[in-house]
């Protein structure tokens, strides 16, 4: 199979990938079409994440239903938590995807960063 790339980044990275059926959506960060930061607090940082991993998602053919496994990734975790589920539990149709989530610096000056990964047709 051959891999399919969406998107651009100033990262050496590939915003999304198709292989086959399964899209990867590397780690998104809550920033706008502007390219600045979006939010100052994890609910709205992580509705921007989600409407950046929409986008990627789209882009590659899928949809938010179709994610099967999310990683989360959170400068304050205990602080934040509660903030982002509540965004991602309203953001996902059920059956939410699998997801981990877990506490780490980030290499810019932000408080989440979701990646996924979905396989089209999946949500039905």
Do not use: W
């Not at 969406?6 to 292989?19: D, E, H, I």
């Not at 809550?30 to 789209?58: C, I």
Request: no cysteine; hydrophobic share 50%.
């Amino acid at each position: 199979m051959r891999k399919e790339a969406f998107g651009s980044s100033q990262a050496p990275l590939t915003p999304a990938l198709k292989v086959g059926d399964t899209v990867y959506v590397s780690g998104q960060v809550p920033v706008g079409s502007d390219g600045r930061v979006v939010g100052d607090d994890a609910a709205a940082q992580t509705a921007q994440v989600l409407a950046n991993v929409e986008a990627q998602l789209h882009a590659a053919g899928a949809t938010k239903a179709d994610v099967v496994k999310t990683l989360v990734i959170l400068t304050h975790v205990k602080r934040d938590f509660a903030a982002m589920n509540a965004v991602y539990a309203e953001f996902f149709p059920d059956p939410k995807p699998a997801r981990s989530t877990i506490g780490a610096e980030l290499a810019i000056d932000i408080l989440v960063e979701i990646e996924a990964v979905a396989v089209i047709g999946a949500g039905g």
